[in-house]
């Protein structure tokens, strides 16, 4: 359980009186009714792909008092909602990280800031399965290590680009039983890379980590190496 439970943190508003993107604005969201996205995940390990689709409805949803547009996420075992929004120059998602888990929001990008600019969230996320709950705590510091750089993904490149790199800080699980749990990320290379109209371009999640819990000993390693990339788009 508790590998599931840290796992599922990486998985990345408009108030109602902030103006909507329009298609052809300089903002990392594209809200326009009909716009498509089609990535590719890959696993760097197994060298699998999976393609999955994403779609700008024309619904707009109001979750945690804030106001967050409607995109559909179709991959090959069906459909599900996603939620993005803006709020002036900060950008936000709305997720459920998994069944069982309360959704969460994450201000994942800032825009108008200069690189090396960092921000924190703290994070906690409680799972109870057979009357055990587990606890998950941790900081989420995003850090934007590049600005207004030329990248090319696939055949495109893509323009005043910004690169945000997540760091999970001080991580820890908590048991109702009596055991000593510790929680070791060996690995950390957690980035994401977004250009103007387009929003995410690319993500990268490299993440091992190390779960001991006291007489059990070390289990439930995390070795996640997967590689995400726009490959086309109707964005003109």
């Known amino acids: 359980m508790a590998a599931a439970l840290f796992l599922a943190v990486l998985g990345t508003s408009c108030k109602k009186d902030d103006p909507v993107p329009a298609p052809g604005d300089t903002k990392f969201l594209n809200t326009a009714p009909g716009t498509t996205w089609n990535y590719k995940t890959v696993d760097n390990q197994d060298l699998t792909e999976t393609p999955y689709t994403l779609t700008s409805t024309n619904r707009d949803s109001v979750l945690n008092g804030r106001s967050y547009h409607v995109y559909t996420y179709n991959d090959a075992n069906g459909s599900s909602d996603e939620f993005y929004g803006i709020s002036g120059n900060e950008y936000y998602q709305f997720s459920e990280l998994a069944a069982g888990l309360p959704p969460i929001e994450f201000k994942y990008l800032v825009d108008n800031v200069g690189a090396g600019t960092s921000w924190t969230q703290p994070l906690t996320i409680s799972q ?5 709950t587990l606890t998950f705590n941790a900081t989420l510091k995003y850090t934007i290590v590049e600005k207004g750089n030329s990248v090319t993904v696939g055949s495109k490149s893509y323009d005043n680009t910004i690169k945000v790199k997540t760091d999970i800080i001080n991580p820890s699980v908590t048991s109702t039983l009596p055991l000593a749990i510790t929680v070791e990320p060996i690995t950390q290379d957690v980035y994401a890379i977004y250009a103007p109209k387009y929003g995410l371009i690319k993500r990268n999640t490299q993440l091992k980590v190390d ?9 439930n390693v995390i070795d996640n190496n997967t590689t995400t990339e726009l490959i086309s788009s109707n964005i003109p």
């Open 128 to 132: 109870t399965q057979q009357g055990v």
């Open 211 to 219: 779960i001991n819990i006291q007489l059990v000993g070390t289990q």
